[in-house]
Nanobody
Framework: EVQLQASGGGLVQSGGSLRLSCTASGFIFDGYAIGWFRQAPGKEREGVSC????????DYADSVKGRFTISSDNAKNTVYLQMNNLKPEDTAVYYC??????????????????WGQGTQVTVSS
């Protein structure tokens, strides 16, 4: 059974940092693309970042460039999202998703094959 487990969310003050983890089971990361998405209350889910695990090529939404860093540890089947200088507008439920073809750009939500359950990130001002 394919599963994605997102973790690492929490409550931080503005300017703080968090590291999210997305661990996969039931399939091998290598050869896939993994994306991070977020959904704030009352808003649509949006792409934040993605990584192509074959060569670690990455992509970021403009709103997080320079603050968030995505990385992958294929040996652990885990992708990380390091989030620095967090802002209140980063508050959302964060989801990871897997795309079973290695594309290095954030794709529309309906193209992703597997989704994790989400982890809450709350940034206080």
């Amino acid at each position: 059974e394919v599963q994605l487990q997102a973790s690492g969310g929490g409550l931080v003050q503005s300017g703080g940092s968090l590291r999210l983890s997305c661990t996969a089971s039931g399939f091998i990361f290598d050869g896939y693309a993994i994306g991070w998405f977020r959904q704030a209350p009352g808003k649509e889910r949006e792409g934040v970042s993605c990584i192509r695990n074959t060569d670690d090529t990455t992509d970021y939404a403009d709103s997080v460039k320079g603050r968030f860093t995505i990385s992958s540890d294929n040996a652990k089947n885990t992708v990380y999202l390091q989030m620095n200088n967090l802002k209140p507008e980063d508050t959302a439920v964060y989801y990871c998703a897997a795309l079973t073809w290695a594309i290095a750009t954030i794709r529309p939500l309906d193209e992703y094959d597997y989704w994790g359950q989400g982890t809450q990130v709350t940034v206080s001002s």
